[in-house]
């Protein structure tokens, strides 16, 4: 099975785990990492280009990346928080292709498939993730992001929030 075969969005998305015996889980181990509750410098988010599905690897892969490059600024000084969740089931019918395997198997007949992984639906615009930094680790956080993005089956673009400190008060 191949990343490509499911990264165009075709037809209804298929999100019914309750017809499914064992649903496949999402790779992502965190959906959040760093303080959520600091006031940060400057938010980055990667922004999707173009529609796709983004398979739940790919979106943990993302995750890693980011993670191992922002993580050097320690835990306190950024906040990752990944945006889109992979809900939508994607299937495969298998198909034998050894000798003898037109005696096993059924072709398109009761084709539902098996799960074989999640998926997230983007649609152009769509935030992936999202940065906070603190201080002047500005080129750092747009390293993660372009390492991050080249794991991703989409183009992306980076966005920049500047966060005025008169905003966090006095």
């Known amino acids: 099975m191949h990343g490509r075969n499911y990264r165009v969005s075709v037809g209804q998305p298929y999100t019914r785990k309750e017809y499914i015996a064992g649903p496949p889980q999402p790779k992502i181990a965190r959906f959040t990492i760093g303080n959520p509750n600091d006031k940060y410098d400057v938010i980055f988010k990667l922004i999707s280009l173009e529609r796709a599905q983004i398979r739940h690897n790919a979106l943990e892969a993302c995750r890693v990346a980011v993670n191992k490059i922002a993580g050097t600024l320690g835990e306190s000084n950024y906040y990752l928080r990944i945006r889109v969740y992979p809900h939508i089931v994607l299937k495969e019918n298998k198909m034998i292709a050894t000798a ?71």
């Open 100 to 170: 003898g395997a037109d005696r096993l198997q059924e072709g398109m007949r009761k084709s539902f498939g098996k799960p074989v992984g999640l998926a997230a639906r983007v649609e152009q615009g769509t935030v992936i993730l999202e940065l906070g930094i603190k201080g002047n680790n500005v080129n750092a956080a747009i390293d993660a992001l372009k390492v991050a993005s080249s794991k991703l089956p989409v183009k992306t673009k980076i966005e920049t929030l500047q966060i005025s400190k008169e905003v966090h008060g006095a």
